[in-house]
């Protein structure tokens, strides 16, 4: 007698309600108790019996005849809503005998089908037709009866071996169901079996890995017969014809609607141009396109190929003849980048809120081992064909025994493997539908924790374990890599790892780095030893390869890498920080592999490593607190140049910390931040160097305004520094010599090679240009613009912005406001400026270059985007304040705020305004200070991938950036040509 104790320990919330279903089903085996104790789901058990009474009774006979049936037939429809109704639909079902080991399909056709009904096929007799197609998936199902009871029985349902039994079970089923539809097509189009065509199985089918409900995924090829041999050209295409047919039939068989429902989906879209390509194909049509037209994917999918019905002689044949296109995939060009892009796509095609209930695809997902078995056997499989293996879990084992992957590892992805597989097994199993995701609904989540747990696991505790069994696997990618080639090089006996050197630049090759013998040395130097410092880098190594090859030149991020670890490797704070967080070493080597430059300076600055750490240590200090710590560190120099170096070597330090802040991502207040550091380091030189040099001179009131870029705090990383230099009134000549020589040394001292990086300082915007006066006083500057400045000077003074707030620098400033926005522009003076900007455009770009590349001054560059938004001020500022602003970007806020601009005009320039400036500066950290000042877009393929990542494009996708730049510039021209010339 079963308690209701009993069935609240198997999970059951109303046991009267239960009780009642069961006595109104009439059910009475006797060994209940043990049938209900193997049931998920007791309620939705009882609620089938119950309908089995009423709807077809010889059901529960059968049942109550046949203890054990029971029991299979309890654990299947107390889990499975689809197979209680399909059950309860086909009553006899269950008093159908199985195919033998569900294998003989063929044999059960020739048994059950009418004689001659091929005939009334012949004819178009298309119940004739549909009966073979519906017996041949009663078969089918009966079998796959069987595989469903037995798993959901099994005692260990996780265990790699159990999984790895079902899903070969399931494939050599859906073997024999090709084959069955096979011989019907035959028995249709081909009953003298003339025809060697043979279906080729892809994916999991081919790698006997399927689940219940998936996509088969076959290909079709045609063999060698007597009339092609002979040149029957004729009877070739009659022949390639009907076997086209014959996959026609099949298709239909396995999928088309009838009585009985389709069993999957037969997918062919793995052949040769896809769903564009032939149906069916020759033997020497597969081996021309792997020659003339394969990509490196298709030879990847060739893995799984396996012959699973027809001529097997075609299959063969049909291996052999791909097997050299296989195996040397991994040495064709673009493998690596190939293989990357398709992973970071699916990893990618996740949507947010799946996250957590994807089991294939995402990081830590089926398809990262899947991705990383593969990739080894391509790797290695090209000179071992012991480790050729179709099966995922064969080739796990196979890795392992030959030394590919350390033993520990392949346990670990073997049992992470079957783990991910059973769930998407119970997840599908749930109602016979083909899903990657756990269920999302409550209590079909509850019913699957209990078909592998019982009751003592909650669903919360299986999404915790699903985390971190995801974390696990990532982390495990890594390791499979790197591990066994840090092994090789530091000839250390890992975990049964056997990776000759040769075998590990192979490796190392296909992940990346180009020059593999280096790298190999780079890691022997980083690992090889018993010191501290080389068993933390081994352990760390694996996860920190990964990143670097993820990067875009990984042996210069590895080289980096190494003479930083040189120089630093000891200290306790940088390996805490690479053993501590992820998140900074994941980001130093990022960096180390996107820039030489940004590398160079973390080694003369090494404490910027934590920065890392945290984004709060990457904001620019204070200006008061970098001009205390500048002109302390002056004060305590031997001399003034080294005075002025210790400034500018404040301002190099500060300047990597704002590189690194857009490297990781934070890209907002860039240039103010430049140009804040740009002041304080100007105006701290200039007052050591007044202090030092020229006090005793009595050198008083010399100020300094910024314009250009400078002025309207737009700065890059290599930006001249465009200034005027203002004195007093009532200065003498001699304090104008002095104040001229001043100048003109502080220059010199900001430009001298050093360890610092230099500063530009650039007088030429001054009155007469470099015939001018280095300085002049403020009265001098205001007489010259009002009676000799041409118009472009005073488009120039709509950047103007005074540093260090002198009185001065002040004046002139409040000069320029009323000087530049007292009226708006005459007509004279806009075609003044218009003519000025088409001689520009003429005589700026270097000859040689690709306008539409050049992002300063190309066509709808930020040169154009610069002149309009000046010229917008200069005629509606006089009515409008609040365009009477240095900066281009408040400018364009403001003209758009004002109705001056459209929304959609001010959105197209403010965004091309804005790409264009991340790719000036951006480009100074992927290629470097000197091959940066020209503001073109690399044409080196090296740097135009180390460029296209830091702007957040993949590696692959470079002509993608390219693509975007062109096609916003080419619209920000066509606005240009528009507005800038029709101006009123």
């Not at 196979?398 to 520990?408: K, N, P, T, V």
């Not at 460029?947 to 996708?957: D, K, Q, T, V």
Request: charged residues 25%; proline residues 4%.
């Amino acid at each position: 007698m079963i308690s209701d104790q009993d069935l609240r320990r198997w999970g059951v919330h109303q046991p009267e309600r239960v009780r009642a279903l069961l006595d109104e089903s009439g059910l009475l085996i006797e060994d209940l108790g043990h049938a209900l104790e193997k049931c998920a789901d007791i309620e939705q058990f009882a609620l089938v019996c119950a309908r089995a009474a009423d709807q077809c009774p010889q059901l529960i006979e059968a049942l109550n005849s046949d203890a054990e049936a029971a029991c299979r037939f309890a654990a299947v429809v107390g889990f499975s809503s689809w197979w209680g109704d399909y059950l309860l639909q086909h009553p006899d079902f269950l008093t159908m005998p199985p195919p033998p080991s569900g294998l003989g399909i063929v044999e059960y056709l020739r048994q059950v089908l009418p004689q001659g009904w091929e005939e009334d096929c012949a004819g178009e007799d298309s119940n004739a037709w549909s009966f073979a197609a519906c017996a041949m998936r009663s078969a089918y199902r009966r079998a796959l009866f069987e595989i469903v009871a037995d798993d959901l029985l099994s005692p260990d349902p996780c265990a790699p071996q159990h999984f790895q039994s079902v899903a070969r079970r399931i494939s050599d089923l859906a073997d024999a169901a090709l084959e069955a539809a096979l011989y019907i097509a035959q028995c249709l189009e081909d009953r003298c079996r003339q025809i060697p065509l043979c279906v080729i199985a892809m994916g999991k089918t081919g790698g006997q890995e399927l689940n219940y409900i998936s996509d088969v995924d076959v290909m079709y090829v045609l063999g060698d017969f007597p009339a092609q041999q002979n040149g029957g050209e004729s009877q070739s295409a009659e022949m390639l014809e009907r076997a086209t047919k014959m996959a026609n039939i099949i298709n239909a068989v396995c999928s088309s609607p009838a009585s009985e429902a389709p069993l999957w989906s037969l997918d062919a879209n793995l052949r040769p141009e896809g769903r564009d390509g032939a149906l069916v194909r020759t033997l020497d049509s597969f081996q021309s396109y792997w020659k003339r037209w394969a990509q490196n994917w298709e030879f990847q999918a060739l893995l799984k190929a396996r012959p699973c019905a027809g001529d097997q002689r075609t299959g063969e044949e049909f291996l052999r003849l791909a097997s050299p296109f296989i195996w040397e995939a991994s040495a064709r060009e673009g493998f690596v980048d190939e293989v990357r892009s398709m992973r970071l796509q699916v990893e990618r095609s996740v949507p947010e809120k799946n996250r957590d209930q994807e089991l294939k695809l995402g990081v830590g997902g089926l398809r990262d081992i899947e991705f990383s078995v593969q990739f080894l056997q391509l790797v290695h499989g090209r000179n071992d064909e012991r480790i050729r293996q179709a099966s995922t879990l064969d080739a796990l084992e196979a890795l392992s025994a030959e030394g590919y992957i350390a033993r520990s590892d392949a346990a670990s992805l073997r049992e992470s493997y079957a783990y991910l597989r059973t769930l998407e097994h119970r997840s599908q199993l749930l109602r016979m539908h083909r899903t990657h995701n756990l269920p999302h609904s409550q209590s079909q989540l509850e019913r699957l924790v209990r078909s592998l747990y019982g009751t003592d696991t909650s669903t919360h505790d299986l999404h915790e374990h699903l985390r971190s069994l995801r974390r696990h696997v990532r982390a495990l990618h890594h390791s499979v890599f790197f591990r066994p080639i840090i092994a090789a090089s530091a000839q250390a006996d890992d975990d049964l790892i056997r990776l000759d050197p040769q075998q590990a630049m192979e490796r190392l090759r296909a992940l990346g780095y180009l020059d593999p013998r280096s790298a190999m040395g780079h890691i022997q130097s980083l690992s090889t030893g018993t010191s501290r410092r080389a068993m933390i880098q081994r352990h760390l190594l694996p996860v920190l390869l990964s990143w670097i090859a993820d990067g875009a030149n990984p042996d210069m991020g590895l080289l980096n890498f190494r003479v930083l670890s040189e120089e630093i490797g000891d200290s306790h704070w940088y390996l805490a920080l690479l053993r501590d967080s992820d998140f900074a070493a994941s980001q130093l080597c990022r960096v180390l592999s996107a820039s030489e430059w940004l590398g160079a300076l973390l080694r003369l600055f090494p404490e910027a490593v934590s920065w890392l750490d945290s984004p709060e240590l990457l904001e620019t200090p204070s200006q008061e607190t970098l001009r205390g710590q500048m002109l302390a560190t002056a004060r305590r120099a031997a001399s003034t140049e080294d005075a002025v170096e210790k400034i500018r070597l404040i301002r190099t330090r500060e300047v990597l910390r704002i590189a690194l802040r857009e490297v990781t991502g934070n890209t907002s207040g860039i240039g103010e931040a430049l140009s804040s550091i740009a002041d304080v380091c100007l105006q701290s030189s200039l007052e050591t160097l007044i202090e030092r040099e020229a006090d005793e001179c009595g050198v008083h009131g010399l100020e300094l305004c910024a314009l250009g870029s400078y002025g309207a705090q737009e700065l890059t990383y290599t930006s001249d520094l465009d200034v005027i230099a203002i004195m007093n009134d009532e200065a003498s000549s001699e304090e104008a010599s002095v104040a001229h020589t001043l100048l003109t040394r502080l220059k010199q001292l900001l430009a001298r090679p050093s360890r610092a990086l230099t500063v530009a300082l650039d007088f030429n915007l001054r009155p007469e240009g470099k015939n001018g006066a280095l300085v002049r006083s403020c009265d001098s500057y205001i007489d010259y613009y009002q009676k000799w400045a041409q118009s472009w000077e005073k488009q120039m003074l709509v950047r103007l912005r005074p540093l260090a707030g002198g009185p001065n620098a002040h004046r002139l400033w409040e000069f320029v406001q009323d000087y530049c926005y007292s009226s708006s522009l005459s007509a004279a003076e806009r075609q003044e400026i218009q003519l000025m900007k088409v001689r520009v455009e003429r005589e700026r770009i270097p000859g040689g270059i690709d306008p539409r590349m050049h992002v300063k001054l190309g066509p709808g560059a930020l040169s154009d985007i610069q002149w309009l938004v000046e010229l917008f001020q200069l005629q509606w500022g006089y009515d409008d304040p609040s365009l009477r602003v240095a900066s281009t970007k408040s400018a364009l806020d403001a003209l758009c705020k004002d109705g001056h601009l459209s929304s959609q005009s001010y959105n197209l320039i403010e965004s091309t305004w804005t790409m264009a400036q991340r790719l000036r500066r951006l480009k100074v950290i992927a290629t470097g200070p000197s091959a940066s000042k020209n503001d073109v877009l690399p044409s080196n393929a090296d740097q135009l991938v180390a460029l296209a990542m830091l702007m957040g494009y993949s590696r692959e996708s470079r002509s993608q950036m390219i693509d975007q730049w062109l096609a916003a510039s080419r619209k920000v021209r066509t606005l240009f040509e528009k507005l800038f010339w029709d101006i009123t």
